[in-house]
Structures are given as C-alpha cells and as structure tokens.
T-cell receptor, first 113, second 111 residues
C-alpha cells in the first residue's frame, strides 16, 4: 500500500515549456487534490476532483489544467510554464474516514527558469 | 472569506514545551487539523479535533479548541529535535471538499 505517489520528484523547465505532473493513489479514495506550496503562504488549492469524471477549480487555477483519468490517477498540466509557477506541488486524496483527513504525496519540486 | 492564521516561526529548547497557535474564521468547520511537514516531505496528519470538543490529548500532544474565539492550539510536551518541522493548522468548512490551510509554523528545537 503505497498511499499517494507523485512523479517526478524534481523538474526544471524553461519558460514556455509544458509538462504534466502525475499523481496516483491506491486507497480507493473518491476525492483528489492538487496544491502548490510557496514560502509563507501555506498550501493553496489549484484544482480538485470530488469523484471520477469531475474536476473543479480551487483558489489558484490559472495556468493549469487537470485530468481525472480514473479513480486512481489525477494529473496536473502546465501548458506554458512561467517563472511564477516555480513551487512545490502536492497531490492529496481523501476517502470517507471518520475524521475526513487528506493524505498527501511527497511532492514535486518544480523550477521554471 | 476563509482564512487561517499562524505565526511563521517558533524556537524552543529541547525538553521544553512548544505551543503553536492558530486562528480560523469558519465556525462551520466540523474538524480542525494539525499536519506536520518534515524537510523534503509531504504533509502528514499529526492530530485532529472534532468541533464539539474543547481538548484532545494524545501522548505528548495536547490540542485545545476555543470555538468562541476561533482559536486552536497545539502543545508538544518535552519537545525533541525530531519535532523540528513545519506545522500546519487546517480547517474543513461546511464538511465540504475544500480544506483551508494556514501558512505553517516552522518549529526549531535547539539543543
């Protein structure tokens, strides 16, 4: 049981390049989330998916797209990367535990030059 | 709007108690959480409290909730160097999809 996995762990892009961050969970959770973490700002929600086949915008969706490929996988795409997207990206999932907690992946550290 | 506030830094000596404070805005939050992030890692749930509780104790951890003031605190007794990390307070308004996280408090434990 790996929990939430993310690939890649590190990535360096040039401005204007595109890439997809992958996330998968093996806990049979319905809800999945993408956050970005910037110093002093905590975690900000980019997009989330309440169930397979649905996605919704979070607090900071501009410049990103997502795909809920199936129940396990939720990918985040940057179509044209900008330096402002330099950040650490976390994927999380949530099931129906009594305390409603979210489980986090290890993160992807992205640098856009 | 929704906002969770925390102080950004806290330093304590090994063996002392640490108290990390948080204020939140949404009184509808059913659960309030403390997550811990170690260097280079994701967030892990440390503890949580249900909104109808005032206090929860779990070994070295004590969570206090003051709903009237919308104030949450985490006390770590006998703080160890392994407790050095960033601690995030989070709320889950309306028991909905979205969580709101604070900016995190970086706890440094000095020998």
């Amino acid at each position: 049981n790996a929990g939430v996995t993310q690939t890649p762990k590190f990535q360096v892009l040039k401005t204007g390049q595109s890439m997809t961050l992958q996330c998968a969970q093996d806990m049979n959770h319905n809800s999945m989330y993408w956050y970005r973490q910037d110093p002093g700002m905590g975690l900000r929600l980019i997009y989330y998916s309440a169930s397979e086949g649905t996605t919704d915008k979070g607090e900071v969706p501009n410049g990103y797209n997502v795909s809920r490929l199936n129940k396990r996988e939720f990918s985040l795409r940057l179509e044209s990367a900008a330096p402002s997207q330099t950040s650490v990206y976390f994927c999380a999932s949530r099931g129906t535990h009594s305390n409603n907690e979210q489980f986090f992946g290890p993160g992807t550290r992205l640098t856009v030059l | 709007g929704e906002d969770v506030e925390q102080s950004l830094f806290l330093s304590v000596r090994e063996g002392d108690s640490s108290v990390i404070n948080c204020t939140y805005t949404d009184s509808s939050s059913t659960y309030l959480y403390w997550y811990k992030q170690e260097p280079g890692a994701g967030l892990q749930l440390l503890t949580y409290i249900f909104s109808n509780m005032d206090m929860k104790q779990d070994q070295r951890l004590t969570v206090l909730l003051n709903k009237k003031d919308k104030h949450l605190s985490l006390r770590i007794a006998d703080t160890q160097t392994g407790d050095s990390a960033i601690y995030f307070c989070a709320e889950n308004p309306y028991y909905g999809q979205n969580f709101v996280f604070g900016p995190g408090t970086r706890l440094s434990v000095l020998p």
